[in-house]
């Protein structure tokens, strides 16, 4: 064994250091360099530009139940790749792609809890997962939702988050338009609150069904919220279209949504809205 062998071998091994990459975060609007615990304390919002930046489905429950303590409802079984469907990939491998990477088994999540000691039942998309595409898992988590508020006599919370219809489904996800719409048919039949509050982005046949049926609709500042892209729109009507188009301040402006609340301000603006539409569930 030559001396720089023994050398190099005697040498401890230490710890990777901290880099640039895990300390800082670079917000997308603005540019500004933040601490990234600085960042994800203040619920990844800038503290700079106040621009809202996507946040996983735990850390929401964590910021909204009492004391970050909820239940979370199990997946449905589903069929996966109905249609065998393949692009440049299998759709069986971008789902294991996207489960490794967000450990999760499908774009919406259910958990069960309190909000200010009201019961409710609280469902977020994760764009993370597949762009928060709708297909039969997430139609499927959807009523589930809904129907584990009947049983606990509650209300549906809903954050959407997605690109639209998840393609790999082709008209099976589309299914999941109507199938949603009746799942909330039996929610009101049950006299039961669902509020929805859009994130960014929430696009496509999301928006087009579940998204936009809430008793009260609520948004994240900024968030984009539409059913095509501003580009196919000017491409089909022939015209500019004005600036700040399908965020959220501007469906505000012309009645498409009912009101833009910051996230640090959500859990109380949830809270109130539980309170008044279930009042006597809040006694009971």
């Known amino acids: 064994m030559s001396w720089l062998s023994r050398v190099r071998k005697g040498i401890p091994f230490l710890p990777k250091r901290q880099s640039t990459d895990n300390l800082w975060h670079k917000c997308g609007k ?17 503290p700079r530009c106040d621009h809202h930046d996507r946040i996983g489905a735990k850390a929401r429950f964590e910021h909204l139940f009492d004391q970050g303590r909820y239940e979370l409802l199990p997946a449905p079984e589903v ?46 998309q ?34 959407t988050a ?5 393609m790999q489904e082709g008209i099976l996800s589309l299914m999941q338009m109507p199938r949603t719409t009746v799942a909330l048919a039996e929610l009101r039949e049950a006299g039961l609150p669902y509020i929805v509050v859009l994130t960014d982005p929430t696009t496509g ?35 500019k279209l004005p600036d700040g188009f399908q965020r959220a301040e501007y469906l505000l402006a012309h009645g498409m949504i009912d009101m833009v609340v910051p996230r640090h ?20």
């Open 30 to 46: 603005c540019g500004t360099m933040v601490f990234l615990k600085e960042w994800e304390d203040n619920l990844r919002v800038c």
């Open 79 to 124: 069929r996966e790749d109905p249609l065998r469907f393949k692009d440049s990939k299998r759709y069986t491998d971008r789902l294991k792609a996207a489960r490794a990477a967000t450990n999760e088994r499908d774009a919406l999540l259910n958990a069960r809890g309190t909000l200010d000691d009201h019961p409710v039942i609280i469902g977020v």
């Open 126 to 159: 994760d764009f993370a997962f597949m762009g928060g595409s709708m297909g039969i898992a997430v139609g499927a988590a959807f009523v589930a939702g809904v129907h584990a508020a009947i049983a606990g006599k509650c209300p549906y919370l809903l954050f």
């Open 162 to 166: 997605a690109g639209g219809a998840r």
């Open 205 to 239: 046949g999301v928006t087009a069904s579940y998204a936009m049926l809430g008793d009260v609709q609520l948004a994240e500042p900024g968030a984009l919220i539409g059913f095509a892209g501003q580009r196919v729109i000017e491409q089909t009507i022939r015209e």
């Open 265 to 284: 301000q959500l859990r109380e603006r949830l809270s109130q809205l539980v309170s008044y539409l279930a009042p006597e569930r809040e006694a009971a």
